[in-house]
């Protein structure tokens, strides 16, 4: 039963990806092409929200010292540069992912904080991340997972480079459960994102690609019946602003 209900989930994700501005599989080249205004455009259209969520996942840590994290999608380094800063438990981080010039902006924010010696970026592909199997204390991803072609195998990877005990952390945008702020959820990211992100970036489409993504994305228990199909225990969702983001955990046995 859960191998059919994860391939139907997979198929379903499969389906909602042909209308997109940008296929999945190629979104990396969409990001490179807004790097220059993407941090700008994430504080904007989130009024702030983005950072202090990037904040809070220092809050689902492990109970454990001297952690070593692996931040996928990274980007710009937020995540990595967060907790680096904020939390001295994590000795090191490493962050990957496929578009170089967003890495290149991520690697001038950590050189001008100073933070060389505890955090380094790299280009690699989610689906085949080139670290040994029981690498990482913490795997994290931040609007991330929704921009994959297969989530199931991203999260399988991630389950593999973690150590036994090891705990995956993934926030992500959701769709709350509650009507009244759903439907103006939608009418923001249906209308007001992609228009104020085309003003600023120049890039109408890949807006339109963000709201889509978001909207299609299965969030909830779906997600964390996929993590669990993936191999993780203790799953949980923890709802951010009334379920418009969200942060995952869960954890290798």
């Known amino acids: 039963m859960g191998q059919y209900y994860n391939i139907n989930i997979n198929k379903m994700i499969s389906a909602q990806q042909t209308n997109l501005p940008y296929a999945k599989a190629e979104s990396w ?4 092409a807004i790097s220059p205004r993407y941090d700008f455009l994430n504080h904007l259209l989130s009024f702030g929200l983005d950072a202090k969520w990037r904040d809070q996942l220092a809050a689902f840590l492990p ?5 070593d994290v692996l931040d996928i999608a990274t980007g710009t380094a937020d995540v990595l540069l967060s907790l680096a800063k904020n939390n001295p438990r994590v000795t090191f981080g490493t962050g990957v992912d496929m ?12 050189h001008e904080q100073k933070l060389d010696n505890r955090i380094k970026l790299q280009a690699a592909d989610a689906n085949l991340l080139p670290f040994g199997d029981y690498s990482f204390d913490v795997a994290t991803i931040a609007f991330g997972i929704r921009n994959v072609e297969y ?3 991203v999260l399988r990877e991630m389950h593999r480079v973690l150590h036994r005990g090891g705990r995956a952390l993934i926030l992500e945008f959701s769709m709350p459960k509650n009507a009244l702020v759903r439907f103006g959820h939608l009418m923001y990211l249906r209308m007001f994102v992609p228009a104020i992100g085309f003003l600023v970036s120049g890039h109408y489409r890949a ?13 909830g228990q779906v997600f964390c019946n996929l993590m669990k199909e993936a191999g993780f225990q203790n799953v949980k969702a923890n709802p951010l602003l009334l379920g418009v983001a969200s942060i995952y955990q869960g954890d290798k046995p």
């Open 63 to 67: 109970d454990k010292e001297h952690l």
């Open 207 to 219: 807006y339109k690609y963000l709201n889509q993504t978001i909207e299609s994305f299965p969030s």
């Open 29 to 32: 080249k969409m990001f490179n």
């Open 99 to 110: 578009a170089e010039k967003m890495l290149d902006i991520g690697r001038k924010k950590i």
């Open 151 to 153: 989530p199931t195998r």
